[in-house]
């Protein structure tokens, strides 16, 4: 990426006498604990630290995959070693820093032992029930209340999947990536990096070679899915990597709505999490793909976290196909992402809406990338980063209009909001059209919240964390409303939570 | 009128920054009362009502000030709020992307609950709220815009006035409401003021002009003049000043000390 930068430094700051106040304030809030941050203490089947083609072979085996599969490991394992040789310290465009990773002191593979297949949700290792009940999140279909399924993914395996015999009655496929490769091999395989090639990028490569697990939907011709789909990811065991996939396929006039949730123990270390996303929507069907991303993101120092190297990325290969991503970002050290639309089909629609948030230490550099390739595509990014602490983001979007996307239409929206002086928010839209009929529109904003807003709440009988959060959730309404009922609420409490008094 | 002052200040002394600007600044008002506060620029209007609500960045260096008899000053912000002190602002802040009514709702829940009261769940809120944009004639539209944003100043400052109906509080200061606002919104916002005056709620109304004591007529009238209460009077001490100017209190304040 070459175009020209437009970036948004850090503002100078008024010097205010209200300061003192408010920055013990936020260190008060700031300290509060990751209340995900548990470990269970459970029986892994793991494997030795170290990437090796007998490790890749040892992944395929241990999933009992066919042949083809495996092959596809190992070329993808080959390219990551070329990637590698190339460049030992993994992409270096994005606005972000990290010590090295030493990718062969990395355990590739981690599951809970079960003794023995699962009959039914209820064998599950009640001590595997507790961590997801502590989440929130209970795998059990006649406790669940409201009609969602979800897919629980603990280190690199699924450990369950709700609701699979009431989808399949409408011909839904819902499950793991491994039963997925076991009992639909004709669709992963027509599907499995199609979106996302192996040779993609260096994380989307290191993925396909060790990639452990994840979840997989298929909703076949003109079925709308009767509820939303959900997968929530959980690392749990030290010093390994969490590489999982997911593949959502909606056949033509179908219509689903999937969301997906991440949480992990509170490690001084920090661990790798680079997953692939791919979705591929036929003829007018439509697919909404939300995140509430709440990886560990560090102590209040820097240390310890996620490392988040995510590729996602949808093809709207059909006429008049709509793809959607809404992504809540609040945890991780390090979050890198861009779930990206290739807008194939005419009359195509893409969007990407987006909260991210730093605080202490963290770093995002995130965005999307729309390729319009059809006729009459349009997208629509709309992008809110907060900042705050020492906190660092970047957004970064492409938008690129192909020779043959007659009408397309692009409306990008940045906007940046600072909470301190010693945190930074930069902007990087790249524009590449190459059809002079196309319209595109781009806007950028950066905005602090200011003492006087704080005092004002605060004059109203509000207190300084209520306004905070008051003004931040105003701030993201136009993403959360993106979201499903159950998740907006979640989504704004987790960001009340994560900014609560992060304000100077 | 009751016995016990409502809000008693005594000597008090303060600084804006690091630069003294009250000293040794003396008044009471009794429930029911009005007051005006008038005086130059740089007399310390401002300061008078930045302390009295505890806005960060005035330091207190001598004096006190009981309201209901209890020590203000120990009260954080968003307390003295609760407790019933508004100000209604010079300038009002814009929040974007805080719908107004939101946040209205949760400013008179915040005080609701510290009274001991129930929350008004959306209904009633929107009832209670109906009622009280007639008084200050807005249209129920700007309810839904955010704070302040795009706001005439005129509207501006009806919607501290509907602020003020909303929150019910005890002790109000209006703080140079009157500047800026033509006659029409003058008369509106003039109009809201004078709704709540009661026998149990004081007014301490800042001002440059007698114009705005035609609509609130005061029970007494304060001429501050270096951080002090030069001289009181009725109200037609309001009329004295707009003929002759602060000059002479001036010369006078300045011979006394």
Same mark, same amino acid.
């Given at each position: ?28 809030? +700031?300290?509060?604990?990751? $209340? ?54 993994? /992409? ?25 297949? *699962? ?49 399949? $009655? ?9 039963? =997925?490769? +076991? ?13 996302? /090639? ?16 994840? !979840? ?21 065991? +030290? ?25 992990? /123990? ?33 102590? =209040? ?17 059909? @006429?008049?196909? $709509? ?28 969007? @990407? ?10 770093? =995002? ?11 009459? %595509? ?8 907060? !900042? ?105 409490? *987790? ?10 | 009128?009751? $016995? ?24 009471? *008002? ?51 709020? #609760? ?31 510290? #009274? ?8 009633? @809120? ?19 815009? =955010? ?29 140079? %409401? ?8 003058? #008369? ?43 001289? !009181?009077?009725?109200?037609?001490? +309001? ?19």
């Amino acid at each position: 990426m070459s175009s020209p930068e437009m970036t948004t430094p850090m503002p100078p700051t008024n010097a205010a006498p209200e300061k003192p106040k408010a920055n013990a304030e936020l260190e008060r809030l +700031a300290s509060q604990d990751y $209340k995900y941050g548990f470990v269970t203490d459970i029986e892994e089947d793991r494997i030795a630290p170290g990437l090796t083609e007998d490790v890749v072979r040892l992944i395929s085996k241990k999933k009992n995959e066919p042949e083809w599969l495996l092959e596809y490991r190992l070329k993808a394992y080959r390219r990551f070693r070329e990637m590698l040789a190339e460049n030992p310290a993994g /992409p270096e465009w994005a606005n972000v820093h990290y010590p090295k990773i030493d990718y062969d002191g990395i355990v590739y593979y981690s599951a809970p032992k079960q003794k023995k297949k *699962l009959e039914s949700l209820d064998e599950i290792d009640p001590q595997l029930r507790e961590t997801y009940g502590k989440l929130g999140i209970s795998l059990l279909e006649q406790k669940r209340l409201h009609g969602i399924a979800v897919d629980a993914v603990f280190d690199s395996v699924s450990v369950a999947t709700t609701f699979k015999a009431e989808l399949e $009655k409408k011909g839904i496929h819902f499950c793991s990536f491994s039963e =997925a490769v +076991a009992e639909h091999p004709e669709l992963v395989r027509k599907y499995l990096g199609s979106v996302v /090639p192996y040779s993609d990028n260096f994380f989307a490569c290191l993925n396909a070679a060790v990639f452990s697990d994840g !979840s997989f939907a298929y909703i076949p011709k003109g079925v709308r899915c009767p509820m939303e789909l959900s997968t929530y990811f959980r690392i749990n065991a +030290a010093g390994t990597g969490q590489f999982e996939r997911t593949l959502l396929i909606a056949d033509e006039g179908a219509y689903v709505s999937y969301l997906e949730g991440c949480t992990a /123990p509170q490690r001084d270390e920090n661990q790798l999490h680079a997953a692939v996303v791919e979705l591929v929507a036929l003829d007018r069907a439509e697919i909404k793909y939300s995140t509430v991303q709440n990886w560990y993101p560090g102590n =209040a120092e820097g240390v310890g976290g996620i490392y988040n190297f995510v590729t996602k990325r949808g093809a709207c290969r059909g @006429f008049r196909s $709509k793809i959607s991503w809404t992504q809540v970002e609040t945890g991780s050290a390090i979050t890198w992402k861009y779930p990206s639309c290739l807008l194939i089909g005419d009359e195509s629609v893409g969007a @990407f809406y987006s909260v991210a948030m730093t605080n202490h230490h963290q770093q =995002a550099d995130t965005g999307t990338k729309m390729i319009h390739i059809g006729k009459n %595509t349009k997208s629509t990014i709309i992008s809110k980063g907060i !900042s705050a602490g020492r906190g660092n983001q970047s957004y970064r979007g492409l938008v690129k209009i192909g020779p043959k996307a007659t009408g397309a239409r692009n409306y990008s929206q940045c906007d940046s909001l600072l909470m301190g002086d010693k945190c930074g928010a930069h902007t990087f839209p790249y524009l590449d059209v190459a059809n002079p009929s196309a319209t595109v529109e781009h806007e950028a904003t950066t905005s602090k919240i200011s003492d006087d807003q704080l005092f004002f709440c605060r004059q109203r009988g509000i207190s300084e964390e209520d306004a905070i959060s008051m003004i931040v959730n105003g701030f993201c309404k136009e993403v959360l409303r993106e979201l499903p009922m159950e998740f907006a609420v979640e989504a704004q409490n *987790l960001l009340s939570v994560s900014l609560e008094g992060s304000v100077g | 009128m009751s $016995k016990t002052p409502l809000i008693q200040i005594r000597n008090l002394h303060a600084n804006a920054g690091e630069t003294p600007i009250l000293r040794g600044l003396t008044l009471e *008002l009794f429930p029911g009362e009005v007051h005006a506060i008038m005086g130059p620029n740089g007399s310390g209007k401002s300061t008078l009502s930045n302390v009295l609500v505890g806005r960060p960045g005035y330091e207190v260096t001598g004096g006190e000030v009981l309201f209901r008899g209890k020590n203000l000053l120990e009260m954080d912000a968003e307390t003295r709020a #609760r407790e019933g002190i508004f100000l209604a602002f010079q300038y009002p802040v814009e929040i974007p992307g805080v719908a107004n009514n939101y946040f209205l709702r949760t400013a008179v829940n915040a005080i609701r609950s510290h #009274r001991g009261q129930p929350r008004l769940d959306a209904i009633d @809120f929107l009832t209670l709220l109906r009622e009280k944009m007639k008084l200050v004639e807005m249209p129920e539209e700007m309810m839904a815009r =955010a704070i302040n944003e795009g706001f005439s100043g005129g509207e501006k400052k009806r919607n501290e006035i509907l602020q003020m109906l909303l929150l019910d509080p005890s002790f109000c200061i209006l703080d140079e %409401t009157d500047s800026g606002l033509d006659i029409d919104a003058l #008369r509106i916002v003039s109009n809201g003021v004078n709704q709540m005056r009661s026998p149990d709620r004081a007014m301490l109304v800042i001002t440059h002009y007698q114009r705005l004591l035609d609509y609130i007529v005061p029970d007494r009238v304060h001429v501050l003049s270096k951080g002090r209460i030069a001289r !009181s009077g009725g109200k037609e001490l +309001a009329l004295e000043l707009e003929e002759k100017g602060y000059g002479w209190i001036e010369d006078e304040a300045g011979g006394a000390s």
